[in-house]
């Protein structure tokens, strides 16, 4: 009955967290207009091949694109994948939402009651994990395979549970929680790696068994682990190895140190509320808009908390004298992995300058162990995602201080001071945008409009920018109510297809109209607002410095070209031009 009222209770957190989204699961939706419609449109993309012939024909026409093996998080991908094939793309991707906070926060609860054997602390850890503003905006950006956490705790308790027993049967269940959590996020399966490490050197320290014995039970879990990792995986690294380094870079599998610096986390990230908090976000949004280092508030957001912190500061009191309880063993050990990972996340090297010699070279200075790994696995940008775990290893050391607190205080003082503690950590985890859930259940006149037009014939939409920048999204999202082949989304790894988009990326070059003529064009479709916007939806530009939220395209400037003549629709401010052949 406990563990249902937690269940029950992280539930309406979560659905007041993102109200009125359970309210409208099909005609709402949560998040921002990047990377969450670029998500839906893979589901639905998914679901509905062969019969719209994948992804592959509908953009970049009138070439047919070709990809690498992408299915590198297949749990994920199954997990939105089957009950949209039920409820559809839109509700299958807002069930998610709702659920990983949920789930994770129950999940976590439920191994920090494994450890702890109490019936508070392991709530209150539960809920400062699963509703840690870091996940909270991952959210928000479209990024559910960072606010889907369950199977981060589970990969710990395995990782505690494999040193008490030393079995077959525990190895074998810490190489399937690896696994798991590799196989739903790729990112958290490299992250997974330092921990282990971490944990092992834990372990070696505190040894009691035989060394040998020590060394199988970790490779018999390490065989479990891989076994099961490349059976889903073996596509992808076969890619990985094989395609050369150009390739690689065009599909985004090696990334450049220059990224890796911009994506790590800073200091003051830890120590500074979302810019979405009700009341403390109008402080410092400003601060951070101008300290975002090419980078974006849905990453840079990584709050602690000042409840947690303080949990941890009174456990580094309590346990500044050496005893052997398991209490003090467990506290250590979270404190220990809170701090290695928060060392991980900052940059990896300082960029000392670029010099010309004779061609321009950056020169960074190491500051971090990650720096070698990032010459072993390029493809991984931000580290600044470290910071999620830092959160986890922080919620479990407060749980822990607080188990112990439960203890050493009276009944009445301890639930006196629970009640106390909840309203404030609330209050500091309370990261939400009152507009974080926006209604689509109307599409834009223009494609309601085009999806009535008959015929399998080629649209191109203006701007036509680069598929990496968030605005993109908005042309493929709606493309699941038209229906068109588009000329946009040409990809790097498809060079017909990016020379094409050179030549008629500009729509007032009197070339371009006759050109996407002759490639099946029938319609040219302009969106002035977009053009004023920029790159970054307005519904976007708050989590974004302000010189990137500032650029327009075209310096906001409608192109014009005479060749168009008049416009054969118009929608507000979206006009359709029609090329007759």
Known sequence: MQHLIALLVYFIFSTLLTWPLILNMRTTLFGDYGDT?????????YINSPVLQSTGQLLAAPFKMSYPPLSIQPVYELLLEMPARFIGEIAAYNLLVVLSFTLTAFVTYLCLNYLLRNKTAPFIGGLIFGFCPASIMQALGGHLTFSFNIFIPIFIIALLHNREMRSIQSAFFL????????????????????????????DYVTIKETKRAFVLNYLTAVFFAFIVTVLFLYKVLYYQITANKIELAQVGRIRGLAELVACSARPWEYLLPSVDH?????????????????????EQTLYLGVVPLVFCLIGLYIWRHKDDSKQRCYFLFFMGGFALMLSLSFPPAVLLGTFKVPAKVSIYLPTSISLLIYFIAPMFRVYARFGILANFFLACAAAVVLSELSQKMTKIRY??????????????????????????????????????????????????????????????FWQRIHQKRMVNGATPNNAAACNFYQKVKDLSNPETPDLLKSSGVKYIIVHKQM??????????????????????????IVPANHLLGKPYMEFGDDEVYRLRG
Request: aromatic content about 20%.
């Open 37 to 45: 419609l670029g998500t839906i449109r893979a589901i639905w993309d």
């Open 531 to 556: 053009y004023h916007d920029g790159p970054i939806p307005g519904t976007m530009k708050r989590y974004y410095s302000v010189e990137a939220a500032s650029e327009q395209y075209n310096n906001g």
């Open 415 to 476: 639930y006196v001071f629970l009640i106390l503690l909840l309203p404030v950590l609330i209050f500091e985890y309370w990261s939400i945008s009152p507009d974080a859930v926006h209604a689509i259940d109307t599409p834009p006149a223009v494609y309601q409009w085009l999806a009535r037009q008959p015929g399998n014939f080629i649209i191109a939409e203006y701007p036509m920018m680069k598929t990496e920048e968030a605005a993109f999204y908005t042309y493929v």
């Open 278 to 298: 009700p009341v403390l976000g109008r402080f410092i949004i400003n601060f951070t808009r101008n300290h975002l280092h090419w980078s974006n508030s849905f």
């Open 175 to 202: 190489g399937m929680s690896f696994s798991l959590l590799t196989l739903t996020s790729i990112y958290y399966g490299y992250f997974a790696i330092f921990i282990a490490i971490y944990f092992v050197v834990f």
